[in-house]
């Protein structure tokens, strides 16, 4: 199994500042297609996560601008730039290179 | 608006059954895979099975293989999940989550609000 490492486990950031979340996989996710199948996701308290990112750096339509992915390889990040209240929460990253398909431990993020 | 609602869930005992549906709208159902994503209290994702779109494949996590199975029926756009031999490991909100569009686009997008399984004596 392809295994997801999150850093860090959690993360405390000023409103209006850079969050940066990092994801290394166990091995290369990168596709044929040249896409690397890596995702992440946004997780609010008693709610399910939402996707927010794919194809590693693929904002989803809707998604803040302020979200952003890249990374390639076996090494990916998530910055939140200009960090919103709304933006507290956890995030996951998620290989769907293989099966199973894999998910970080996560990454919470507070003010 | 793509919609997906799960049900089924409950408490059950150790060794018990349980069958989990997902019942889809808003979309061409049968031109998505689906899987099933599970949630411990207070812990992280993970994948528990998959299903192709014309349900011909079936992909299960090795921590449930053998005891749970997978299907859908794209007439009444369900997905079903059919729980055996459960542990209380397998305590946990389960998601049901549509795939991407296309081959091997296996991000999950939405995710339903899940149902609660808990397995307890």
């Known amino acids: 199994d392809i295994v997801m490492t999150q850093s860090p486990d959690s993360l405390a950031v000023s409103l209006g500042d850079r969050a940066t979340i990092n994801c290394k996989s166990s091995?290369?996710?990168?596709?044929?297609?040249?896409?690397?199948?890596l995702a992440w996701y946004q997780q609010h308290p008693g709610q399910p996560p939402k996707l927010l990112i794919y194809?590693?750096?693929t904002r989803k339509s809707g998604v803040p601008d302020r979200f952003s992915g890249s990374g390639s390889g076996t090494e990916f990040t998530l910055t939140i730039t200009g960090l919103q209240a709304e933006d507290v929460a956890v995030y996951y990253c998620?290989?769907?290179?293989?099966?199973?398909?894999?998910f970080g431990g996560g990454t919470k993020v507070e003010i | 608006e793509v919609q997906l609602l799960e049900s089924g869930g409950g408490l059950v005992q150790p060794g018990g059954s349980l069958r989990l549906s997902c019942a889809a709208s808003?979309?061409?159902?049968?031109?998505?895979?689906m899987s099933w994503v599970r949630q411990a209290p207070g812990k992280g994702l993970e994948w528990v099975s998959a299903?192709?779109?014309?349900?011909?494949?079936?992909f299960y996590a090795d921590s449930v293989k053998g005891r749970f199975t997978i299907s859908r029926d794209n007439s009444e756009n369900i997905v079903s999940l059919q729980m055996h031999s459960l542990t209380v490991e397998d305590t946990a909100r389960y998601h049901c989550?549509?795939?991407?569009?296309?081959?091997?686009?296996?991000?999950?997008?939405?995710w339903g609000q899940g149902t609660l399984v808990t397995v307890s004596s």
């Open positions: 989550v549509r795939e991407g569009e296309g081959a091997g686009a296996g991000f999950f997008d939405p």
């Open positions: 808003g979309f061409t159902f049968s031109n998505y895979a």
């Open positions: 299903i192709t779109g014309d349900g011909g494949a079936t």
């Open positions: 091995q290369s996710v990168l596709r044929s297609s040249n896409k690397h199948a």
């Open positions: 194809w590693a750096s």
């Open positions: 998620q290989q769907y290179h293989a099966i199973p398909n894999t």
